[in-house]
């Protein structure tokens, strides 16, 4: 096979087969590093300042993380506060999975319930706290460019569900349930999986009727971007996987990518600092926290 | 200010009785503020009684042989596609297996969204002199503590009794009961199951009425009526 072969359907695994002969050492080093030569559309950027899809307005040397999830595939990080992550529904088809936790204390975690509690409103949106359940803003979602197709009701498709409607779930299938890619994605962070909370989606708009009927309201289209800012330093878990109430026979994903950069975590000057006086005392919180172990 | 949190037995109370008939297997009051928590074999049925009427029952189960296995309000959410639980309602696992169902229900709708309430949080809500309020978050993590549970195995939970609009803008919030004294939820234990309450202690907003009162747990087993 030649590299003419290789696909970017990024719901196939990209191992390229035989390419040449491998019957010796050196043959087989000659062809394994022989395969660096492969693009394809879901990869990381390395380093992050190469990354072909800077997002405008940012200087690349700023970057720190860059990489196009496929989909359905997961990542993960440990990010300083004040970093600047930008997701992008690349062609309209990703679905983020989020679950962020203090990197200074795992178990202090997103908390979808206060998280909808606390601002008194269900549906994610630009400004709003992603928060733990200690009384604290993990990050906030600066900037919303897909018009609120995201979803804190629903969370990810599990083994036994993506088994029964796709027949398969495992994260090695085609139709990879997103539990088990956060599964994976908490292990290569040192969690197990009873850290796995309730988690947010992005990308998939979800609304509740009178009666309490979940809608589904599909996605904003391609390029919808949403930014989160990391108010504490911060782990986060992303699988990229089809939505729970996804109404498509097929398994549907496409993928996601990811920008983060150095910035600066909120301040009183930022809108949603203020934007009510619960988000307030959050913030104050969230700072309290830090200052008094010595973290600006 | 000084508050207190006196336990008045009231006239109005009504303890009412089991929603399915069978043997007692337990029988025991929560009293107000109080944590509680018991395993309920699987076939036996958990009735929770509203002995004083809106009175929040903050509620977490967990697969008793395997608790990184629990309640998961959103696999629960998806499966029935609403946002609140009902007659009928089975409460799924985040592996989505059922643990429990609602077998008979004498509320409207139950809550699942609106979480617990917590020391810290309370702080946000309500401002931080209710910072040394107890709160459900406290008794779930001692109730917890008992089985081997800590801070990383509180997920969202349900709130028996207390009742919680979402309005068609995405506002959300606790609003008054429409619970009432000696209402009950009943529910079948589908595999045996760790069951955790907190009677919530809450006094900033309407789940409790403002006055928080006890509620009455019975479990039976219909096979030996």
């Not at chain 1, 989909?71 to 529904?89: K, M, N, Q, S, W």
């Not at chain 1, 088994?163 to 997103?178: F, K, M, P, Q, V």
């Not at chain 2, 009785?17 to 297997?25: D, H, K, L, R």
């Not at chain 2, 409790?208 to 096979?223: A, Q, S």
Request: aromatic share 6%.
């Amino acid at each position: 096979m030649t590299t003419d072969a290789v696909t970017t359907d990024p719901t196939i695994d990209l191992g390229a087969g035989r390419r040449s002969g491998t019957a010796t050492l050196a043959q087989a080093r000659d062809d394994a590093r022989g395969r660096a030569d492969i693009s394809v559309e879901a990869m990381p950027y390395l380093p992050p300042s190469s990354s072909p899809h800077v997002p405008a307005g940012v200087d690349p040397a700023a970057l720190t993380w860059a990489e196009t999830v496929a989909g359905p595939g997961y990542t993960h990080a440990t990010v300083a506060r004040g970093t600047r992550i930008r997701l992008e529904d690349v062609e309209g088809d990703a679905c983020a999975h989020v679950v962020v936790y203090s990197a200074l204390n795992t178990a202090e975690r997103l908390n979808v319930a206060d998280t909808q509690k606390i601002p008194w409103q269900a549906y994610l949106g630009a400004g709003h706290p992603l928060l733990s359940g200690d009384g604290r803003v993990l990050a906030t979602i600066a900037t919303d460019g897909a018009g609120g197709h995201h979803d804190a009701f629903c969370g990810v498709t599990t083994l036994a569900g993506n088994a029964s409607r796709y027949g398969a779930g495992e994260a090695h299938s085609a139709t990879a349930a997103g539990r088990e890619l956060l599964r994976l994605a908490g292990t290569k962070e040192g969690l197990e999986p009873r850290d796995l909370p309730p988690s947010v989606s992005f990308f998939k708009g979800v609304r509740v009727a009178a009666d309490g009927a979940l809608e589904w309201t599909g996605a904003a289209g391609a390029g919808a971007s949403v930014e989160l800012i990391a108010e504490m330093p911060l782990t986060i878990l992303i699988a990229n996987a089809a939505h729970p109430l996804d109404p498509r026979d097929d398994y549907t994903v496409t993928p996601l990518r990811v920008h983060a950069w150095a910035a600066a975590a909120s301040a009183p000057s930022d809108p949603w600092w203020s934007a009510t006086p619960e988000r307030t005392r959050a913030y104050l919180n969230t700072q309290q926290h830090l200052l008094v172990k010595g973290i600006r | 200010m000084t508050v207190t949190w006196a336990t008045h037995e009231a006239d109005y109370f009504d303890r009412s009785e089991p929603s399915v008939p069978g043997a007692v297997v337990l029988d025991e009051e929560i009293a107000p503020r109080a944590g509680w928590s018991a395993v309920v074999r699987a076939g036996h049925v958990f009735t929770l009684v509203d002995v004083g009427g809106n009175q929040s029952g903050d509620c977490l189960v967990f697969d008793a042989a395997d608790h990184a296995e629990r309640y998961s309000v959103q696999a629960t959410l998806v499966a029935q596609r609403n946002a609140y639980l009902v007659d009928g309602s089975v409460l799924l696992s985040n592996e989505g297996n059922p643990l429990m169902t609602i077998v008979a229900n004498e509320v409207e709708r139950q809550d699942t969204i609106g979480g617990a309430c917590s020391k810290e949080s309370n702080t946000l809500r309500y401002g931080h002199h209710t910072r040394f309020h107890h709160a459900c978050r406290e008794n779930f993590l001692l109730e917890g503590a008992a089985h081997g549970l800590g801070p990383r195995d509180l997920v969202s939970n349900i709130n028996w009794f207390m009742n919680v609009p979402v309005e068609a803008d995405g506002t959300l919030g606790i609003v008054d009961g429409i619970s009432g004294p000696g209402k009950r939820v009943a529910l079948r234990a589908e595999r045996d199951v760790l069951v955790v309450i907190s009677n919530c202690p809450q006094v900033n907003n309407p789940c409790n009425d403002f006055n928080p009162t006890p509620l009455r747990v019975i479990v039976t087993d219909p096979g030996e009526a």
